[in-house]
């Protein structure tokens, strides 16, 4: 059977890469975007969101904050505009991070700081649902 080869990177480093992934479900700008092996060519921006990636029997999700994903013979490249592991997610900054958006929300007085408060929300909000996301085999966090 054949398999993705997939490779996750930000302008830092390289976040994630496999070459024997059976799939991936990416949050595309126009809704979740599922690939496959063997899937037909394709570029998309992306969502800010939960981008899951099945190989074998177990399943590994990554925060992904905006890039763009390409799929072309049985690869697949995500340039993300930030990108990290599950186990990687600090919940107490995140909270932090939230915390302080929503201050910045609260007090913000031209739609720049808006603007830029609900970005930032958005992203600590991704961070801990995931965080917090009870998984089995994922290499996320345990319940709990």
Do not use: C, W
Request: no cysteine; charged share 25%.
């Amino acid at each position: 059977m054949a398999n993705l080869s997939v490779e996750i990177v930000t302008g830092e480093r390289v976040v994630y890469q496999n070459d024997q992934v059976s799939m991936v479900v990416a949050p595309g700008a126009e809704g979740s975007l599922g690939i496959l092996p063997s899937h037909a060519p394709l570029v998309s921006l992306l969502q800010e969101g939960e981008l899951r990636i099945k190989s074998g029997g177990s399943e590994e999700a990554l925060a992904v904050h905006g890039g763009f994903l390409e799929v072309i013979n049985n690869k697949v490249v995500v340039l993300a505009d930030t990108a990290e592991r599950i186990s990687e997610i600090d919940i107490e900054r995140a909270e932090v991070a939230r915390a302080s958006a929503e201050e910045t929300l609260r007090n913000a007085k031209d739609s720049v700081d808006i603007a830029e408060a609900e970005a930032a929300l958005r992203r600590a909000a991704i961070r801990l649902r995931l965080a917090r996301k009870p998984r089995g085999q994922s290499g996320g966090r345990p319940p709990g």
